[in-house]
């Protein structure tokens, strides 16, 4: 019969140890990797625990009133995050959004329809304004001070990031789904602007 050499038993226990431990880790490190993937939200990705989405903000319309959370009370809201200088995402989001309100006819108003910029460098009050003109009259176009914009995206855990262009311009890689928030502020889902508006109307009346 061959022995097995001295201390291999130990040897052996130490390796089954040490995989055991390993293994822990990675399974570990996965689970976090899991928990920040849904908390935390990049390029169009999104927590799915409601509790995650919606906070406090403090930010200014286009009018120049204050504008925070407390002005959402008490009506759903659809908010979307993004930028006047945005050429095409942004634009249709708002149009189609606008195309909804139209559709609502006076119910319009008893909806919060919030676009919040991630781009406070460029779109001043001033500027806002005059974006807004375009769209439906009941939306509020939001800005504020860099700080006042990054905690209103930490809120909502939406996304946005300069992508520098040619010539020292920047445009910006963002979030691109509009949240319904219910009357209480509460997260609901992701709403679809993009749908037949009559559908759209259908779902959103629900939360009146």
């Known amino acids: 019969m061959t022995s097995s050499p001295p201390g291999a038993p130990g040897r052996r226990s130490r390796s089954a140890a040490l995989i055991l431990s390993l293994a822990l880790l990675v399974g570990g490190l996965g689970i976090l990797a899991l928990v920040v993937h849904f908390t935390m939200p990049r390029g169009g990705q999104m927590a799915t625990a409601p509790s995650a989405i919606g906070g406090a903000f403090q930010l200014t319309d286009q009018s120049g009133k204050p504008f925070t959370e407390q002005d959402l009370a008490g009506k759903p809201s659809l908010i979307f995050f993004g930028f006047t200088h945005c050429p095409d995402i942004c634009p249709t989001k708002l149009f189609e ?24 460098a460029r779109d001043t009050r001033e500027l806002m304004a005059a974006y807004m003109g375009s769209f439906h009259p009941t939306i509020r176009g939001l800005t504020g001070t860099d700080e006042q914009v990054q905690a209103a995206m930490r809120a909502y855990r939406a996304y946005g990031r300069k992508v ?36 759209a109307v259908q779902e959103l009346r629900r939360y009146l």
């Open 164 to 199: 520098p262009l040619e010539g020292g311009n920047y445009t910006m890689d963002h979030t691109v789904f509009v949240y319904l928030m219910d009357k209480t502020g509460r997260f609901v889902a992701t709403f679809d602007v993009a749908r037949d508006p009559a559908a």
């Open 97 to 120: 959004m606008t195309q909804v309100l139209d559709r609502m006819g006076a119910d319009a108003a008893k909806v919060n329809t919030v676009f919040i910029t991630v781009d406070p």
